[in-house]
């Protein structure tokens, strides 16, 4: 290193002074080691002393010839004047540190610097210079340009906040997002752009304790007055210890806050207008079995306005044992020994009706498990449940209608029987005609009361039927007249029966054995009696058969027993007269009359 020596007059006192040449002779290797530019400046400002770190940084040498000159000079912010911060110190003796400037190189390039200034005193403390430390900070410089520029163009609001909450610093996002300009929000407190108090200050207690902030939700007041909704992320900056400031990265989501709200919202309508119009009904019961809420379809079900179901008891109305054996569920459900149960019961309306519904109640509890309310999904099954009513109804019937049927059969097998045994012993000779000709009598009593669903047989059509070998004389000498009842169906059988015979005989030997005769077939009822006739007129004479044969027997005891009666039969000289007499209870169907 080359050292100048300045004179007495040149230091204006250095040398007498806290740093004078013969001094910094004593360790000159030490002075060239250090990492920094050293010069020093008498009171004037010139430079009176160098080291070579000095030279590297200025970028030149100097002559012996221009000693002076180079000593003078300095190159500051691009200007050969003493600079600024070291007229500070000399003319104050105050030190600088710290203090950022741009040095002019000899080549024409710059660099930025970063100096130390002390001042240089004698022994009287006068100050007769003061010594300089220089260190490079291009790079530093440029990257703080660059995080400035990061700072400043950031696509996120930043603002730097101190320990006690006064606002450094702020990007042009932060401005924007609240509407101020720099002036109107550096320097005041971020307490007093949010909207809650207790939010900043745990913010700032947990950043004091070193804990790191990652999107902390908070409220901030824009200058118009609106709320913004923000995502805070920071964490604080210490110095020796303590909390000095912290950089505050603010994500605005009050418009994705808003859209959510919009979405919430569609979505409660949405749900809010399932719910209400639901085509089941859906009710919200209490722990004492009472409306909490219930949608359109609940009311229908229950007959109740909306504002009438509101505190409506579930077991206002018992109506059977199902209904108690839902209050006993309710109950259990309540108690925590189930969650849920479906059960049908009977509900008793407001208008005094009942439909059928079926009920499946679930229960909503809190966190630990407590009955809050119950939700019942009520489903009308009164048409269900007709259904299945006419449905045991008609099996019920036809149950009892094959047990009829069997009835029937045997009865009619034993008929038949009858019928043969009779046909056989008494006319052994002709069996198979008269035989067939009974069977087909019984056969078309049978047509009749199928045709009418064993519900009994018009007497007039009975009547027709018994004589449909005679239909052409229906009439002329075949008169068949009464009033229109229906006989029961089992007297109707042995009526039908009874008829055959009496026509079969008028045939043979009566009134329609001949071109002359005439019969009259009449009934009616009087009172509790009915009466049927048969009369035989302008015939060949009769008389009594010899024998009692079948045909008698179905004329009178058959008849008899069906409708528990009386028979006359007379076979007087002038024609045969039967005449039935019988209560019209055991003949005739009930409302025949």
Avoid at 429 to 434: M, N, P, T
């Amino acid at each position: 290193m080359r050292m100048h020596e300045p004179t007495q007059t040149e230091m204006g006192g250095i040398a007498k002074g806290a740093c004078t040449a013969p001094a910094l002779q004593i360790c000159p290797d030490f002075i060239e080691k250090l990492p920094v530019a050293i010069y020093v400046c008498d009171t004037q400002g010139r430079i009176v002393w160098f080291n070579a770190r000095a030279v590297a940084l200025w970028g030149r040498t100097p002559r012996a010839d221009d000693v002076e000159r180079f000593c003078g000079a300095c190159w500051f912010e691009g200007r050969q004047i003493t600079p600024e911060p070291m007229l500070s110190v000399l003319k104050t003796g105050i030190p600088i540190h710290g203090a950022e400037g741009l040095v002019e190189r000899a080549d024409g390039s710059r660099i930025w610097t970063m100096a130390d200034i002390e001042p240089v005193k004698d022994e009287n403390g006068r100050i007769v210079g003061a010594i300089n430390c220089l260190r490079e900070t291009t790079e530093l410089h440029l990257a703080t340009e660059t995080l400035e520029d990061l700072f400043q163009n950031a696509i996120m609001a930043l603002h730097l906040v101190a320990a006690d909450g006064t606002i450094l610093r702020a990007n042009a996002r932060e401005l924007q997002m609240l509407g101020y300009s720099l002036d109107e929000y550096i320097g005041r407190n971020i307490g007093e752009f949010h909207v809650d108090q207790t939010t900043i200050v745990d913010m700032l207690e947990r950043l004091s304790r070193n804990e790191q902030l990652v999107q902390y939700p908070a409220r901030l007041r824009a200058k118009d007055g609106s709320i913004r909704h923000v995502l805070v992320s920071s964490n604080a900056r210490f110095r020796d210890g303590e909390f000095v400031n912290t950089r505050c990265f603010t994500v605005d989501i009050t418009e994705r806050l808003r859209a959510e709200e919009r979405v919430r919202q569609q979505e409660e309508q949405r749900l809010a207008a399932t719910y209400q119009y639901a085509p089941i009904g859906i009710a919200e019961v209490d722990a004492d079995g009472k409306v909490l809420r219930a949608n359109a379809q609940s009311c229908v079900l229950l007959g109740y306005s909306s504002d009438e179901a509101l505190g409506h008891s579930i077991f206002e109305e018992t109506v059977d044992q199902r209904s108690q054996a839902d209050r006993e569920q309710f109950r259990r459900q309540v108690a925590g020994e189930c969650d849920r149960y479906t059960v049908e019961k009977p509900i008793h309306r407001k208008d005094g009706s009942y439909v059928w519904a079926s009920i499946t109640s679930s229960s909503v509890r809190d966190a630990d498990g407590r009955f809050l309310y119950a939700v019942r999904i009520q489903q009308d099954i009164t048409e269900r449940k007709r259904r299945e009513e006419e449905r045991k109804e008609r099996e019920e019937k036809e149950r009892l209608l094959m047990c009829e049927v069997n009835h029937r059969a045997k009865n009619m097998l034993s008929v038949v029987d009858a019928i043969a045994h009779q046909t056989a012993a008494k006319n052994p000779e002709d069996f198979v005609a008269r035989f067939s000709e009974r069977i087909q009598a019984l056969s078309a009593n049978q047509d009749l009361l199928i045709r009418n669903q064993w519900k009994g047989i018009e007497i007039e059509d009975l009547a027709r039927a018994q004589l449909s070998h005679f239909a052409d004389l229906i009439g002329s000498r075949i008169a068949v007249h009464g009033p229109k009842l229906r006989l029961q169906s089992t007297g109707a059988q042995a009526v039908g029966l009874a008829l055959h015979e009496l026509a079969t005989n008028a045939g043979k030997y009566g009134a329609l054995s001949t071109d002359r005769g005439r019969v009259d077939v009449s009934w009616g009822a009087a009172g509790d009696t009915f009466t049927m006739n048969w009369t035989e007129l302008d015939g060949p004479p009769v008389s009594a058969p010899e024998r009692r044969g079948f045909g008698t027997i179905v004329m009178e005891a058959m008849t008899e027993s069906s409708v528990d009666g009386t028979v006359a039969l007379d076979y007087a000289p002038s024609g045969v007269t039967w005449r039935l007499t019988c209560p019209a209870a055991n003949a005739l169907e009930p409302g025949g009359m």
